[in-house]
Nanobody, 124 residues
Framework: QVQLVESGGGLVQAGGSLRLSCVAS????????LGWFRQAPGKEREFVAAIGAWSGARTDYADSVQGRFTISRDNAKNTVYLQMNSLKPEDTAIYYC????????????????WGQGTQVTVSS
């Protein structure tokens, strides 16, 4: 099992940027596929972005964030990032990172390891 801790959330105006970080411990970080998900009040958890294991050459994004968000990983720092630009009020949610050694997937059901989440609030 790997433990995940997110940081970097906060309050930002529409059009602004934030970078989320998720630090992992307790596992061989480079072998894990990683994902970012978000959950707004009253809504189901939804896929944001995913990055493959090892070099992270493979990435995937939800249509709603394509071109605005970028997922990346630094295996030397056991960290996955989510750079969020051109933020919109509808991006407001708790953002979670997730990891699994078996998958590169957009479904939260495919991930076994989750962080506690970090709040992102975008004001209009």
């Amino acid at each position: 099992q790997v433990q995940l801790v997110e940081s970097g959330g906060g309050l930002v105006q529409a059009g602004g940027s934030l970078r989320l970080s998720c630090v992992a411990s307790g596992g061989t970080f480079s072998r894990y596929g990683l994902g970012w998900f978000r959950q707004a009040p009253g809504k189901e958890r939804e896929f944001v972005a995913a990055i493959g294991a090892w070099s992270g050459a493979r990435t995937d994004y939800a249509d709603s964030v394509q071109g605005r968000f970028t997922i990346s990983r630094d295996n030397a720092k056991n960290t996955v990032y989510l750079q969020m630009n051109s933020l919109k009020p509808e991006d407001t949610a708790i953002y979670y990172c997730a990891a699994d050694a078996r998958t590169f997937a957009s479904s939260p059901d495919e991930y076994d390891n989750w962080g506690q989440g970090t709040q992102v609030t975008v004001s209009s």
